[in-house]
């Protein structure tokens, strides 16, 4: 009974907090300037807290220009954790937008919307990365292309790496950061393969009962990895996202296994 009033809890002050936060964002995405990236880390850092994710950083994201961050995908809990992490937007299938209450949260944080149905649209899409990349932005994109159990990698598809194609001013690519996210704790304890579809949201699984269940569960431990960046300098877009798996894979074992 205590476990349920405590997820009720946490449920209504996301509600409440979110709801506050959701003006602020919209001024400063009309005012422009920094704290519009900002203020969106700065949220996600206190939901996460609420949701009970302590996430350990491995590593060194790309800070000092546009990056585009390829990621594995387990959950919804994914948009927090990253976003606790760093200033980031993401790029999403163009169906999350209409989503109620969610798709308006998408918005506000500068998401690319892509319709993956139509080829000409992602050479669209694509371009519109690339601005974003050029005007200094963390992108991150899951090239799995869906969400899964957590426990492995689906294979990357490589059709909007084409965004780093886009050359900065020096001439040289922009950077591809691929970044391992894992689920590795529940209540200080090993997670094993088990408990992890507690917090990995896939397949059919409804969003809410899923958050519920997820709360219900406690907290949770997460691992985020950053492996060092990549560039279509030195290969080409296949070979470029065979690379990122590889590194995202072999972290995602490291971690589960308590390497890292």
């Known amino acids: 009974m205590m476990d349920r009033l405590r997820a009720a ?9 979110t709801v506050l936060c959701m003006p602020i964002q919209w001024l400063l995405l009309k005012l422009g300037g920094r704290w519009a990236r900002a203020f969106p880390n700065w949220y996600h850092r ?5 949701f009970g994710l302590r996430i350990r950083v491995v590593g ?7 990056v585009l961050i390829v990621a594995n995908h387990t959950s919804w809990a994914d948009i927090v954790i990253f976003s606790a992490v760093m200033p980031i937007s993401f790029v999403a299938k163009a169906e ?9 949260l998408a918005r506000l944080q500068r998401t690319v919307f892509v ?7 992602t050479g669209e899409k694509r371009d519109q990365i690339r601005q974003r990349l050029l005007a200094g932005d963390a992108l991150v994109l899951f090239p799995e292309g869906t969400s899964h159990d957590g426990n492995h990698v689906l294979p990357f598809k490589s059709a909007l790496l084409g965004a780093a194609e886009a050359r900065l001013a020096g001439g040289q ?6 970044v391992t996210a894992a689920f590795t704790g529940l209540h200080g304890l090993p997670m094993g ?3 992890r579809p507690l917090f990995a949201w896939y397949g059919d699984m ?5 958050l519920w269940e997820a709360l219900l569960a406690g907290p949770a431990d997460v691992v985020v990895q950053f492996h060092p960046p990549l560039s279509l300098d030195r290969m080409d877009r296949k070979s470029l996202a065979l690379e990122a798996e590889k590194l995202v894979r072999a972290g995602l074992a490291d971690a589960l296994s308590g390497r890292v």
Request: proline residues 8%.
């Open 9 to 17: 809890a946490i449920i209504a002050a996301f509600l409440v907090f």
């Open 173 to 178: 690519h922009v950077k591809v950061q691929p």
């Open 115 to 121: 319709e993956r149905s139509r080829r000409s649209a």
């Open 193 to 195: 393969r088990e408990n």
């Open 96 to 104: 999350i937008a209409r989503w109620p209450f969610f798709g308006t």
């Open 206 to 210: 409804e969003m809410v009962p899923h």
């Open 60 to 66: 060194a994201p790309v800070t000092s220009e546009g």
């Open 46 to 50: 206190r939901v996460a807290a609420l």
